[in-house]
Structures are given as C-alpha cells and as structure tokens.
C-alpha cells in the first residue's frame, strides 16, 4: 500500500537545517512529479516544494531556504532545509503527483501517492 517511505525528520533550533528523504524505490504507479507537503498545528495542508522534468517549484514561504532534489538512481527525493523558522513546524509529506499548470497535484489513492510523514519541529 504505502509507497513513499519518508524520514529524516526531528527537532531542532530556529536557524537550523534538516534534510527529509523520501524513498520511493516502492512506486511503481505512473507519475510526473514529486514533491514535499507539509501540514502545521491548525493549519491547512501545503505544498512546499516538487520536481520535474522542466524544473523545480517553491512556495514563497520557504523559497531561498529549502532545496528539492532527486537522485533516480536511488529513487529518492530530498528536501534541505535550511534556516529552519518555528513556522515550519509541520508533519511533511512526500507526494508522487502529476505536473499541470506550475503545480504538482497529488495522485489517487492516497495510500499510492503519499507517504505517512514525517515530523519536523523548530523550536525558538
């Protein structure tokens, strides 16, 4: 069921770095992007970050400060964060998707397309 193995998550202080992995060696449904969701305490669920064949995507919050990576070889996405704010506290989500319109919409079902998460915590 589950396809996308994420870890690398934990505590740290503001100013810090982390770097997320997702393994996706397991996938074996069709995509055309990856990314990395996040969703805080009491907040909606956002996209952070994905790759594609053309490039890479950002959202404004953490643009500058996060870097998206893959490496196929090892079927495996990464997120680097670094400068890390207590606003980026969240459960992140690796997400296999499809690239339409500069986003990257998760596929179907959830159990294909998402992984479980994992926690970051950033604290001041």
């Known amino acids: 069921q589950v396809q996308l193995v994420e870890s690398g998550g934990g505590s740290v202080q503001a100013g810090g770095s982390l770097t997320l992995s997702c393994d996706y060696s397991?996938?074996?449904?069709?995509?055309?992007?990856m990314g990395w969701f996040r969703q805080g305490p009491g907040k909606e669920r956002e996209g952070v970050a994905a790759?594609?064949?053309?490039?890479?995507y950002y959202d404004s919050a953490v643009k500058g400060r996060f870097t998206i990576s893959q490496d196929n070889t090892k079927k495996s996405v990464f997120l680097q964060m670094n400068y890390l704010k207590p606003e980026d506290t969240a459960t992140y989500y690796c997400?296999?998707?499809?690239?339409?319109?500069?986003?990257?919409?998760?596929?179907?079902?959830?159990?294909?397309?998402w992984g479980q998460g994992t926690q970051v915590a950033v604290s001041s």
């Open positions: 997400v296999a998707g499809f690239w339409r319109a500069n986003y990257c919409y998760p596929g179907a079902p959830t159990s294909y397309y």
């Open positions: 397991a996938f074996t449904a069709s995509s055309t992007c």
């Open positions: 790759i594609y064949t053309g490039g890479t």
